[in-house]
């Protein structure tokens, strides 16, 4: 089964939301079935085959997380992320203003969901393959 540690190699690789499409492919090769972050410290929970789970530590100081969410500010702080325009802690910052919780990947359906303190669906994107 997969490492954080392999993970983390492939993750090294990415400089922005415009790298993600790779970054997928490279841990689908690991054995990666799905993962879901959590915007409050950036840790991952990272899934396989037969219920293998594995998780990574803290990745940063806590944010707080907004009660309410502003759907149409994180849509557009995302866009601005995929285009390469902000690095990944800005990203996880704006989340955070912006009410985001974690996000689910998951790597059979090739979508990640985004989700809200509630465990409300605010996006559900699909990933270029």
């Known amino acids: 089964m997969f490492t954080v540690e392999q993970i ?3 993750h090294s690789k990415v400089n ?4 993600f499409p790779a970054y997928i492919q490279d841990i ?16 991952t929970n990272y ?15 806590i944010l707080k997380i907004a009660d309410e969410s502003n759907a149409e500010q994180f849509k557009a702080d995302l866009k601005e992320h995929q ?3 902000t690095d990944y802690p800005t990203f996880c910052k704006d989340c955070a203003k912006s009410g985001i919780e974690k996000w689910r990947v998951s ?5 990640c969901t985004y989700y809200d303190k509630a465990g409300n669906e605010i996006l559900v ?4 393959q």
Do not use: C, N, Q
């Not at 922005?16 to 790298?19: F, I, K, L, N, V």
């Not at 990666?32 to 410290?41: A, I, M, N, P, Q």
């Not at 790597?107 to 979508?111: D, F, L, N, Q, R």
């Not at 994107?125 to 270029?128: F, S, T, Y």
């Open 107 to 111: 790597i059979g359906k090739m979508t």
């Open 28 to 43: 689908k090769k690991l054995g990666v079935t799905g993962y879901e972050t959590f915007v409050s410290d950036g840790h």
């Open 8 to 10: 983390k190699a492939a």
């Open 47 to 61: 899934y396989g085959a037969a219920a293998y789970k594995t998780s990574s530590t803290a990745r940063y100081d």
């Open 83 to 85: 285009k390469g325009k």
């Open 16 to 19: 922005s939301g415009a790298d």
């Open 125 to 128: 994107e699909g990933i270029p």
